[in-house]
């Protein structure tokens, strides 16, 4: 595992819209620009490396994350990958689509739903959108929200920035209701 640096972004909302909130809304990142070994190669069909080496990683970001969380209970989590100009959108998609969510459930102990993710390609200081969804309940308006990271220097052309993220206190001042877990099993059935 070549990493190179480790960031942790901590974002804490406390008044959103003209609206003290009152429960702030914690948005937590912890980010890791490591050194892509795909880079210049030609392409692969075997991801097998780059999903064992986000498994890796995901548990070392995801400590990172609820450690500075500390206490507060998330409702929310996501993941992104931004892989440099000299790798391939794939090499980001397997390390945040196959395997990395385990690392974060078990850290968390929870969250059976879905997680949502974001790779794309882009050069030093490009930033990546991280989309937050429910931990227990994709469904759960509350916790579908984002946050934006930017590495100055990161990711270098033959690097990916990996990184994972939890939300805590819900979206700043959520006032859209969602559709009862009823609501949208009766939907579904009727698109079938």
Not at 98 to 109: C, D, H, S, T
Not at 125 to 137: L, Q, S
Request: aromatic share 4%.
């Amino acid at each position: 595992m070549d990493i190179r640096q480790i960031y942790l972004f901590d974002q804490e909302i406390r008044s959103e819209g003209g609206r003290i909130l009152a429960t702030p809304t914690r948005r937590v990142a912890a980010a890791a620009v490591l050194r892509n070994p795909h880079a210049c190669q030609a392409p692969i069909d075997d991801f097998s490396g780059l999903v064992d080496l986000s498994v890796a990683v995901g548990e070392i970001l995801t400590a990172r994350v609820l450690g500075a969380l500390g206490e507060v209970k998330p409702i929310g989590y996501g993941k992104a990958a931004l892989v440099g100009t000299d790798g391939d959108l794939e090499h980001g998609a397997a390390m945040i689509h196959v395997r990395i969510g385990l690392a974060m459930r078990k850290g968390a102990g929870a969250g059976p739903a879905l997680i949502p993710g974001n790779a794309k390609v882009g050069g030093a200081g490009t930033p990546i959108d991280i989309i937050f969804g429910g931990m227990n309940n994709a469904w759960d308006y509350n916790a579908m929200d984002s946050m934006s990271i930017v590495v100055p220097d990161a990711p270098r052309p033959n690097e990916i920035l990996l990184a994972v993220a939890f939300l805590a206190g819900g979206r700043p001042n959520a006032r859209i209701a969602g559709a009862s877990p009823e609501a949208v099993a009766a939907l579904m059935r009727g698109l079938g």
